[in-house]
């Protein structure tokens, strides 16, 4: 393999020692725990230690676990070993990526044991599969840096770049270059993962795209269907299906050469009912009437930020492919689509280089989960259609309430789907969200657990007045079209709160999750692989 990476020669040197020293893969017959202060021990953080306090929490502080150790691994034997120890002595196991859950999938008081990999970062090109290898503890940031500097590829994930990409591919995975490229999953060529068979016995089994592969079932629910469910992914190759040929510069979509970049803004002082509803109905109708993957539009996306009125304005951001022609004039008709009726002021755009304007999005944006001392929540709906004008005086009625006042409470509108995620079948790969025109995002930051209630309360009565003819959940319909597994909601199924009377599975995985059940049952028969909202064994 040739290899880029920051730190992998430091890397792969420890996890070579490491492997001397006793974390390789064992067999039977050498099952006897590590002697105290081997390299095993020394990987095991435990109560006491001064960075057990940091790592036993993610990025979000609402979740911490107290685990009798956090196993942070270098390889993917290291993580058999890791397994195998947990299941001898009957431990509950969570996996870390990259640490950004909304959820308790990963810290909770049932976990013993946490299998960080965060460390496994390496990102490689293997000549033999004509793919990119990518541990699954590699970052966002580090993924887009080292594959467009070393080949000039990409793959069409998050704008967050201290996501992990192991979580983050396996449930998805979507960007500012999905309408054009599709979701990560599509671009999942193989993924190796560390599994636990009905004996017991722990193993790494690498499935791939090839409908041959005998394992091809356990690549079809990594393309999808979230993480923690069917074993540890420890590595992907990433490929588009439709590459040909051995070099590396056409296994992956190439970015822009230069993007446009443009953010405009508007104090609520100024944002009446009438204009907010503009807004959003021109959002909503424009990405509707815009959703074929051969539309100049494909290589345009963006959001709308609507903030509470507590935060003193509403943004919106929009990256367009500079080097089509007629870039400007596209992205200046789109912008004035979308605020049309709205007395938005339209400045000029920036030209940026991609991954400079990747990286500025990235560390710009204070909606997004990246400061590590907030408590956070959030919850989706897959946008069909757009909002109706009754949804829409609701969403004005709460972002505007008196009686509550946050700056980071905010309502995304994304224009992550549409154009080519919406070419492939929905039961092509695990993620099931073909037919979307955009992803509403509704969530919400703080920084104390005193705070809870009050926060939690804005986020669940906004949300359940949004969808209050479908029970408080965006079911799939006309209009709405789900839930997104990676942005989890930790109370899609608390029956007071979900009154749709649609499953929270079905919300996140449509029609899919009866053969994902298959695959857990397969891959995972003793259900070892589980969190509070995993895909439950067939």
């Not at 068979?197 to 722990?202: E, F, M, P, Q, Y």
């Not at 540890?232 to 490929?239: D, E, G, K, M």
């Not at 992550?416 to 037919?435: E, K, L």
């Amino acid at each position: 393999m040739a290899s880029i990476n920051r730190r992998g020669v430091l890397i792969g040197a420890a996890a070579g020692a490491a492997a001397a020293g006793g974390l390789a893969a064992v067999t039977p017959g050498n099952a006897a725990e590590p002697a105290v202060g081997s390299v095993a021990e020394r990987a095991a953080v435990r109560p006491g230690d001064p960075r057990y306090a940091e790592l036993v929490v993610g990025n979000n502080r609402r979740f911490v676990a107290r685990p009798e150790a956090v196993r942070l691994v270098r390889d993917a034997d290291q993580v058999v070993r890791a397994v195998r120890d947990a299941v001898r002595a009957g431990k509950r196991v969570t996996v870390r990526s990259g640490g950004h859950c909304y959820a308790d999938f990963v810290y909770n008081d049932a976990t013993q044991v946490v299998i960080d990999l965060s460390t496994m970062d390496r990102i490689d090109y293997d000549e033999r599969r004509r793919a990119f290898s990518v541990e699954a503890g590699a970052q966002l940031g580090d993924v887009y840096a080292t594959l467009y500097r070393g080949w000039g590829v990409v793959v069409p994930g998050g704008v967050c770049l201290t996501v992990g990409v192991g979580g983050h591919a396996c449930g998805g995975g979507y960007g500012l270059l999905s309408r054009r490229y599709g979701v990560v999953a599509d671009h999942i060529e193989a993924v190796e993962v560390v599994v636990v068979d009905r004996d017991g016995d722990v193993r790494k089994v690498v499935a791939s795209r090839d409908p041959r592969d005998p394992n091809h079932d356990l690549w079809w629910a990594c393309t999808g269907g979230g993480g923690g469910n069917f074993g540890i992914i420890t590595r992907y190759w990433f490929r588009s299906a439709d590459a040909r040929g051995s070099d590396p510069g056409e296994q992956l979509p190439r970015p822009p050469r230069e993007v446009l970049v443009h953010r405009m803004g508007m104090p609520w002082q100024g944002l009446s009912l009438t204009a907010f509803t503009n807004l959003l109905r021109n959002y909503g109708d424009w990405h509707v009437a815009n959703t074929a993957a051969d539309s100049p539009y494909a290589a345009l996306s963006g959001g709308v930020f609507l903030a509470h009125k507590a935060s003193g304005g509403i943004g919106l951001l929009t990256q367009m492919d500079a080097t089509l022609p007629g870039a400007e004039r596209l992205l200046a008709d789109y912008l004035a689509a979308v605020s049309k009726d709205t007395g938005m002021f339209i400045p000029p755009a920036r030209r940026l280089p991609w991954l400079a304007a990747t990286r500025k999005i990235g560390t710009a944006d204070p909606a997004l989960l990246t400061d590590p001392t907030k408590r956070g929540a959030v919850k989706s709906a897959y946008m069909r259609k757009g909002f109706t004008d009754a949804q829409i005086a609701t969403l004005y009625r709460n972002m505007t309430r008196d009686d509550y006042a946050n700056p980071t409470a905010t309502l995304q509108l994304y224009g992550v789907a549409g154009g080519r995620v919406n070419t492939v079948p929905p039961g092509a790969t695990a993620y099931v969200h073909r037919d979307a025109a955009f992803l509403a995002l509704f969530e919400n930051f703080w920084d104390e657990a005193a705070e809870d209630p009050a926060h939690l309360r804005w986020l669940r009565e906004t949300y359940a007045d949004a969808f209050a003819a479908t029970g408080g959940y965006p079911v799939p319909n006309a209009q709405t079209g789900g839930c997104y597994i990676n942005s989890p909601d930790p109370e899609i199924r608390d029956l007071s709160v979900n009154r749709s009377g649609v499953p929270w599975s079905t919300l996140y995985y449509g029609a899919n999750y009866p053969r994902l059940r298959q695959v857990k049952s397969r891959w995972d028969p003793t259900n070892f692989f589980r969190h509070s909202q995993s895909v439950e064994p067939a």
